[in-house]
């Protein structure tokens, strides 16, 4: 704990804080590090630490979408719950309407909680079989007392109808539902607490193509009527292009490219980047993409390569990114990349 | 909204389109044993002609109607009885693997692709799931087989042999408990009888080469747990290749992996089905993989096909409005619009499949003749037909 300590004061002396996109900000996540310690033995002495998120800093605009792109074991996941205070951090700071999450004592955070949800990936594990319907969507309203007793029927009927359930529904139970009307279930839950921000972890890889639709337009509708804020999680590029406003790509818990989307998607910068949208398959069989593909699997975050953590999956490595760590720099108003292959706002490799 | 209201009812099963089925999650006991005597009574029939002994040769031999098919599948049928009801996973599918080609079937789950697969392998779970109809026409290299009618003893010596499957579970589907060397050579071994030790395990490595492992003999020596997502996929894909099978059935190979890694994947299958010049039959829910892979596609809905026909003919044109609707339910790059197209309802339950197009419900350009009998296949093109009515004005290709 005291090196952590450290090494945050560390942190914070040496870097000035991430650029932050624009003003207006809902949430801005500085510096960010989660690290899981590994231990083993007789007293289960700690041998190191996994670097699940590793100094990721980031903005959230209010009312926007952030996608949050990457491939398993990156830690995009662990982002959403450190945003969220589900994980505690090991250094950083996450501020959430101008309040630090992780100084908050537990009174406090939980005052603040029905501000901030999450929905989670896979809906036939993150209901409760036992509860109906309309006890599990009204269950915190009645807890947070955010309506008064004899308006919470037809609170609840409102937000199951907002999310395209029936009110009929609220005598049912999970089981009964298919996967859709499940994170329906799950959206509805999340936002009767009327938030402003949501975490949405890979909301629709459970489900069906032509569910995976309906899901992605109700979560816009509910965006548009209610101004809400989200982070969008997954690892499926199309599903992130098209509901998103600000992209972040990561890599072995590392940012290592933010962006507007037009600007990520038209003109990716860094090498990982290009390669995973590259592989991207198009539903045309005429077209033939040029595609990028990338040699061997993901390191171990265990033990991350030195220097540039992608160097040894990458085509344009040079020798300083086996030494030193590329830092995030702006190329352009919209435009973040952590490589050395620019500087100064031009590209040099 | 009156129709949704119905559909909604649907979903459970509670109130059908007809308003006259029974209700299918409250059953009594009664009922349900009465249904599963009567399944027991179809299942053990169908149960003996399966398990007799000396199966006459002519029973099970046949003739391809088409020599550059390696698979032909006619009006296939695979029932499960259960307890509550038969449900009809494969309802009458009719479609044709050419020799050195890539065929795709695509559908949501639940529409009897992986079931397609199963029936092909005889991995159907017995006695509830029965292929109770229909011919599977598979070229060996002497002889063509009926795969539903060949006896299990027989079916042995092509399964895995010269019909190999990809499961879509990597991690499922090798043993942890041995090493993954060994897991191939079992394969190898077991269907190239007085082959030595050595020369199966040089095969073996050969193999593991052969799908882009670089360490091969370090990998020949590890368990299963000891390699990535995308390495034990590659074990999969080589045990699969171990026996240059004349057809490769890859059910949603690349689904449980990451972008970059399934394009590793995608890309060893193209350049392995070339060099070993085998067929595929690949089974997926993402239309993306299939326009890069498949030279034709077959469209499946709630047990049956609804359109097939070649990659360029099904994306370019695509007919049957279920496809259209899969299609524009994707977010493409291409066209970027604010809202996605998305299906309404869901599929019909499959206990109580309705007498009329099955899609009828969610359909958007449904009309009168679609309250008829379930639509024939409609030919559009040569290669290219369609179960809608929309396309009765071509001619009819028969049920």
Not at chain 1, 63 to 77: Q, Y
Not at chain 2, 137 to 151: A, E, G, Y
Not at chain 2, 295 to 315: K, N, P
Request: neutral net charge; hydrophobic residues 35%; aromatic residues 6%.
């Amino acid at each position: 704990m005291s090196e952590d300590k450290r090494m945050k004061e560390v942190r914070f002396e040496k870097r000035s804080s991430g650029v932050s996109l624009s003003e207006a900000s809902l949430l801005e996540v500085k510096n960010l590090k989660t690290y899981f310690p590994i231990s083993s033995g007789l007293f289960s002495k700690v041998k190191g630490y996994v670097k699940a998120v590793d100094d990721v800093s980031f903005s959230i605009r209010r009312g926007t979408t952030m996608g949050l792109v990457g491939e398993s074991g990156c830690g995009k996941t662990t982002i959403g719950k450190t945003i969220l205070r589900l994980t505690e951090m090991s250094g950083g700071s996450v501020t959430f309407n101008g309040i630090d999450i992780h100084a908050l004592d537990r009174r406090a955070l939980r005052a603040l909680r029905p501000r901030m949800q999450i929905i989670f990936q896979d809906p036939y594990s993150s209901l409760s079989p036992r509860m109906p319907v309309g006890e599990i969507i009204g269950e915190a309203v009645r807890e947070k007392r955010l309506v008064a007793p004899e308006d919470f029927d037809d609170y609840i009927t409102g937000i199951m109808k907002d999310c395209g359930l029936q009110e009929y529904h609220k005598d049912r139970y999970p089981h009964e539902f298919s996967g859709g009307q499940r994170q329906r279930i799950c959206i509805a839950r999340a936002l009767a607490l009327n938030p402003e921000f949501i975490v949405c972890d890979e909301p629709v890889s459970a489900l069906d193509v032509s569910i995976q639709a309906q899901i992605i337009n109700l979560l816009k509708a509910l965006q548009a009527k209610y101004g809400l804020t989200y982070l969008f999680i997954s690892h499926d590029l199309s599903v992130v292009e098209h509901i998103s406003d600000t992209v972040g790509v990561m890599y072995l818990g590392n940012l290592v490219e933010y962006a507007d989307k037009a600007s990520i998607f038209d003109n990716p910068l860094h090498p990982y980047t290009m390669a995973l949208f590259s592989a991207i398959p198009v539903p045309d069989p005429d077209v033939k993409t040029k595609r990028i593909i990338l040699e061997g699997s993901i390191p171990s975050p265990a033990n991350p390569p030195e220097g540039c953590k992608f160097h040894t999956r990458c085509s344009y490595c040079m020798d300083v990114c086996k030494v030193e760590v590329p830092q995030m720099q702006a190329m352009g108003a919209d435009h973040q990349v952590a490589c050395h292959l620019y500087k100064d706002g031009r590209r040099i490799g | 909204m009156e129709r949704k209201k119905g559909m909604i009812q649907n979903w459970f099963g509670r109130k059908n389109g007809r308003g006259s089925a029974k209700s299918v999650n409250y059953m009594s006991a009664k009922e349900i044993r009465q249904i599963s005597r009567e399944n027991r009574r179809i299942t053990d029939e169908l149960e003996r002609m399966r398990n007799r002994e000396n199966v006459p040769e002519s029973e099970y031999v046949t003739a391809m109607k088409d020599p550059g098919n390696i698979l032909e599948i006619e009006d296939l049928n695979t029932w499960f009885f259960t307890d509550i009801g038969t449900v009809k996973a494969v309802d009458g599918v009719s479609f044709s693997v050419p020799r050195g080609k890539t065929v795709g079937v695509v559908g949501e789950s639940g529409c009897g692709k992986s079931v397609t697969a199963l029936s092909i392998m005889q991995l159907v779970q017995r006695p509830q799931g029965q292929v109770v109809k229909g011919e599977l026409r598979f070229r060996t290299d002497d002889l063509t087989i009926d795969l539903v009618k060949i006896p299990t003893d027989k079916m042995q010596k092509i399964r895995g042999n010269e019909i190999s499957m990809i499961f879509q579970e990597p991690m499922t589907s090798l043993n942890p408990v041995f090493k993954v060397g060994m897991q191939i050579d079992e394969v190898i071994a077991l269907h190239n009888e007085g082959m030595k030790r050595e020369e199966v395990k040089a095969r073996t490595i050969e193999m593991i080469k052969l799908v882009g492992i670089a360490n091969a003999e370090g990998v020949y020596d590890m368990y299963p747990h000891e390699l990535s997502g995308g390495m034990r996929q590659r074990a999969m894909i080589a045990m699969a290749l171990g026996c240059t099978p004349k057809l490769i059935i890859a059910d949603e190979p690349t689904t449980a992996l990451d972008v970059t890694i399934q394009a590793q994947i995608m890309d060893l299958l193209r350049q392995l089905k070339d060099r070993i010049n085998s067929s595929i039959m690949l089974i997926t829910h993402d239309l993306g993989v299939i326009a890069e892979m498949a030279d034709y596609v077959v469209v499946m809905y709630a047990g049956r096909i609804v359109e097939q026909g070649t990659a360029a003919e099904v994306f370019h044109h695509p007919a049957h409005p279920y496809t259209v609707g899969l299609m524009a339910s994707r977010p493409s790059r291409i066209r970027n619009t604010e809202q996605l197209y998305s299906i309404p309802g869901s599929v019909p339950n499959p206990i109580d499949m309705p007498n009329y197009c099955y899609f009828r419900d969610r359909c958007n350009r449904a009309y009168e003749a679609c309250n008829g009998d379930y639509p024939p296949t409609f030919s559009i093109s040569g290669t290219h037909s369609a179960a809608c009515y929309h396309y009765s004005a071509v001619n009819e290709v028969g049920k």
